[in-house]
C-alpha cells in the first residue's frame, strides 16, 4: 500500500523558514517524480514544485521561485520542502504527492503550514 | 500564464447525471485529469489522461475533452459524490488546477 506521511508543518512567523519532510513507502520511490501541491484555508488547491527522480530538474510556480526549493533522498525515500522568508499567504495545507502518466495518484494527509506573527 | 476555469457550484438530485466542465486554451491536447476532495480529506484521482478511470474508481465516473472543454461526468449521481472536483493540466512542466467546483447532491 502506498503511503505518504508528511511532518513539519507548524507555526512561523512572517520572514522565518520551515522545512517540510514526506516519507514515502509503499513504492519504488526513485522511479517516479514527487510532488507538492498546497491548499489554503478555504480555498483551491495549488501545484507549489515538482521534482524528477534523480533530482536532474525541478519546477516551481512563479510565487515560491526563489523562496522553496525542493529536494530529495531516494535513499531514504523522503521529500523535503525547504521555505524561505515565508508570508502570509503561504498559509495553507501542504500535500506531498506522487506523480504518474501526468496525474498524482496518491496523496499524504498534508501537514499545516500557518505564517502569522 | 495558463488558466482553468470551472463552474463554482453544479447541483444535482441523486440518481441523475451532473456534468462539470472545465475549460483552458488547448485542453484537450494537455492530458486533463479531474481530483475529487471530500470534506477534510485529501484529493482523490478520479480521472487521468481526459478519459481513463483508475481502479477502485465507480464506473459512474466518466471524463471526456473536446477543443478547449473537458468534462467530468457523474453518472447515477449518489450522495457519497457530493465533493468538491478540480480539473488539472500541464502548461511547460508548470501544474495547473481549475479553481473547484462544488458538487451538490440535493
Known amino acids: 500500500e502506498v503511503q505518504l506521511v508528511e511532518s513539519g508543518g507548524g507555526l512561523v512567523q512572517p520572514g522565518g523558514s520551515l522545512r517540510l519532510s514526506c516519507a514515502a513507502s509503499?513504492?519504488?520511490?526513485?522511479?517516479?517524480?514527487m510532488s507538492w501541491v498546497r491548499q489554503a484555508p478555504g480555498k483551491g488547491l495549488e501545484w507549489v514544485a515538482n521534482m524528477k527522480q534523480d533530482g536532474s530538474e525541478k519546477y516551481y510556480v512563479d510565487s515560491v521561485k526563489g523562496r522553496f526549493t525542493i529536494s530529495r533522498d531516494n535513499a531514504k525515500n523522503s521529500l523535503y520542502l525547504q521555505m524561505n522568508s515565508l508570508r502570509a499567504e503561504d498559509t495553507a495545507v501542504y500535500y506531498c504527492?506522487?506523480?504518474?502518466?501526468?496525474?498524482?495518484?496518491?496523496w499524504g494527509q498534508g501537514t499545516l503550514v500557518t505564517v502569522s506573527s | 500564464s495558463y488558466e482553468l476555469t470551472q463552474p463554482p457550484s453544479v447541483s444535482v438530485s441523486p440518481g441523475q447525471t451532473a456534468s462539470i466542465t472545465c475549460s483552458g486554451d488547448?485542453?484537450?491536447?494537455?492530458?486533463a485529469c479531474w481530483y475529487q476532495q471530500k470534506s477534510g480529506q485529501s484529493p482523490v484521482l478520479v480521472i487521468y489522461?481526459?478519459?481513463k478511470r483508475p481502479s477502485g474508481i465507480p464506473e459512474r465516473f466518466s471524463g471526456s475533452t473536446s477543443g478547449n472543454t473537458a468534462t467530468l461526468t457523474i453518472s447515477g449521481t449518489q450522495a457519497m459524490d457530493e465533493a468538491d472536483y478540480y480539473c488539472q493540466a500541464w502548461d511547460s512542466s508548470t501544474g495547473v488546477f481549475g479553481g473547484g467546483t462544488k458538487l451538490t447532491v440535493l
Open positions: 509503499g513504492f519504488i520511490f526513485s522511479s517516479y517524480w
Open positions: 504527492a506522487r506523480a504518474s502518466s501526468s496525474s498524482w495518484w496518491n
Open positions: 489522461h481526459g478519459t
Open positions: 488547448e485542453l484537450g491536447d494537455k492530458y
